[in-house]
């Protein structure tokens, strides 16, 4: 499985950004899929994570903000992103968890910068 993610770039803060990721199998037959983040000289952290049935979890610090969704048709996972703050400011990463004939396999995207100006 192979993913794509887009749309990152530069933004003032309060601003919005749609990141975007393709994903090169169905969506049926994924577990899970997430953004995750990576601020300079910060661990990797989970921002927001939806589930196959459609339940959906954030952290704290985007709760309100950030909206995961996905599109079935399109193959895609996507994140909005709204207030946008300077701490918001990382690399951000698409994750997918498929279960094959009982097995589970994780995969990445490459990551894509969000930076947010105050």
């Known amino acids: 499985v192979q993913l794509q993610a887009s749309g990152g770039g530069l933004v003032q803060a309060g601003g919005s950004l749609r990141l975007s990721c393709s994903v090169s199998?169905?969506?049926?037959?994924?577990?899970?899929m997430a953004w995750y983040r990576q601020a300079p000289g910060q661990q990797r952290e989970l921002v927001a994570r939806m589930i196959s049935g459609g339940s959906t979890n954030y952290a704290d610090s985007v709760k309100g903000r950030f909206t995961i969704s996905r599109d079935m048709a399109k193959n895609t996972v996507n994140l909005q992103m709204s207030s946008l703050k300077s701490e918001d400011t990382a690399v951000y990463f698409c994750?997918?968890?498929?279960?094959?004939?009982?097995?589970?396999?994780?995969?990445w995207g490459q990551g894509t910068l969000v930076t947010v100006s105050s």
């Open positions: 199998a169905s969506m049926w037959s994924l577990n899970a």
């Open positions: 994750y997918v968890d498929q279960r094959v004939e009982g097995y589970e396999y994780e995969y």
